[in-house]
């Protein structure tokens, strides 16, 4: 009797593990809302632990046609999380901002974000959607930002 329920607990955890942790990666388009508009794209990386939390790290690029500006967010971000297949998330995150313009006063600079999104998945695949609000040291750029994205996780 014994045996039969050890074995039944490891089984159970065993199933539990795949959802408690997990890895996907996201391609997603964006806009930025800032004094002028900017559109992109990025890649996203996240790793899921415990269930009810995530990191990530993320590359992209946004260009702001408007004013000639360029630029290349590099962020990192801590979020919790709801573990269904409907998953809604809120999370703070700091990044580094690579500009490349003719124009003076873009330089490099640093920020920090907060973010609130939704991730809808199905086993392998899904979607996110999301909205971030940027505090950049560049105030030019301090703005919401919308993303919307394909993911594929494992």
């Given at each position: ?63 702001f046609d408007e004013i000639d ?86």
């Amino acid at each position: 009797m014994k045996r039969t329920i050890l074995s039944l607990l490891s089984a159970l955890a065993m199933m539990a593990c795949p959802s408690l942790a997990d890895t996907s990666i996201t391609a997603y388009g964006t806009y930025w809302d800032a004094e002028s508009s900017g559109t992109g794209a990025g890649l996203r990386l996240k790793k899921t632990f415990l269930g009810f939390g995530a990191a990530e790290v993320r590359g992209g690029y946004v260009n702001f046609d408007e004013i000639d500006v360029e630029m290349i967010p590099l962020d990192v971000s801590l979020n919790a999380r709801l573990p269904f297949m409907i998953s809604p998330y809120i999370g703070v995150g700091a990044g580094y901002y690579i500009t490349n313009s003719d124009l003076p006063g873009f330089d490099n600079t640093a920020g920090y974000f907060g973010q609130i999104g939704i991730e809808i998945t199905f086993i392998w695949i899904g979607a996110m959607a999301e909205i971030r609000y940027y505090d950049i040291e560049e105030a030019y750029f301090d703005s919401p930002a919308y993303n919307v994205g394909l993911l594929v996780k494992w």
